[in-house]
T-cell receptor
Framework: KAGVTQTPRYLIKTRGQQVTLSCSPI?????VSWYQQTPGQGLQFLFE???????NKGNFPGRFSGRQFSNSRSEMNVSTLELGDSALYLC???????????FGPGTRLLVL | KQEVTQIPAALSVPEGENLVLNCSFT??????LQWFRQDPGKGLTSLLLIQSSQREQTSGRLNASLDKSSGRSTLYIAASQPGDSATYLC???????????FGKGTTLSVSS
């Protein structure tokens, strides 16, 4: 069974631009969560989607948004990029909420 | 507010040693706890998940224990190998959602 896939793997953007990241969960998994990883803050929860509905949201500004499609694929969008948004963005999926989460390889975003 | 702490931050051992990684959390009301491994620049690999009602879980050379009342979990690695070198992360799931709260990790180096 294929694992969680994330595209693109690497991105370079400039301040003020927006970016969309994509995540395809493991087949059959319905829950998708997003995390931001930086050297200073470590791993921080962004949001969780289940059955196309946002179930939980972390403490991030409104510039960070996401959605989930009927096939459970998810996208996250960051608008008006700031230098501090440079990070590894990780997506995780699970069959049901609260079960073992399986992570993708991440998208590394660099904002110049 | 739930906080997760991992001590030590870094650990170096010779091949063949048995070792223990520690994780502590401030709120004992958790749904489950998950241990992950992260190789440099990569995503997270799930190692073990312990439900709040369980005391321990085992997988191969790995054994994770959970003491909810004291807010502690340990990951025991038997007969360490150079391939075990990675950062090990502990994450608490406060409820049946998937908003994991991570510690900063322990970076393990096993020398041959």
């Amino acid at each position: 069974k294929a694992g969680v896939t994330q595209t693109p793997r690497y991105l370079i953007k400039t301040r003020g631009q927006q970016v969309t990241l994509s995540c395809s969960p493991i087949s059959g998994h319905r829950s998708v969560s997003w995390y931001q990883q930086t050297p200073g803050q470590g791993l921080q929860f962004l949001f969780e989607y289940f059955s196309e509905t946002q179930r939980n949201k972390g403490n991030f500004p409104g510039r960070f948004s996401g959605r989930q499609f009927s096939n459970s694929r998810s996208e996250m969008n960051v608008s008006t990029l700031e230098l501090g948004d440079s990070a590894l963005y990780l997506c995780a999926s699970s069959f049901l909420r609260g079960e073992t989460q399986y992570f993708g390889p991440g998208t590394r975003l660099l904002v110049l | 507010k739930q906080e997760v702490t991992q001590i030590p931050a870094a650990l170096s051992v010779p091949e063949g040693e048995n070792l223990v990684l520690n994780c502590s959390f401030t709120d004992s009301a958790i749904y489950n706890l998950q241990w992950f491994r992260q190789d440099p620049g990569k995503g997270l690999t799930s190692l073990l998940l312990i439900q709040s009602s369980q005391r321990e879980q085992t997988s191969g050379r790995l054994n994770a224990s959970l003491d909810k009342s004291s807010g502690r979990s340990t990951l025991y690695i038997a007969a360490s190998q150079p391939g075990d070198s990675a950062t090990y992360l502990c994450a608490v799931n406060p409820q049946a959602g998937t908003a994991l709260i991570f510690g900063k990790g322990t970076t393990l180096s096993v020398s041959s």
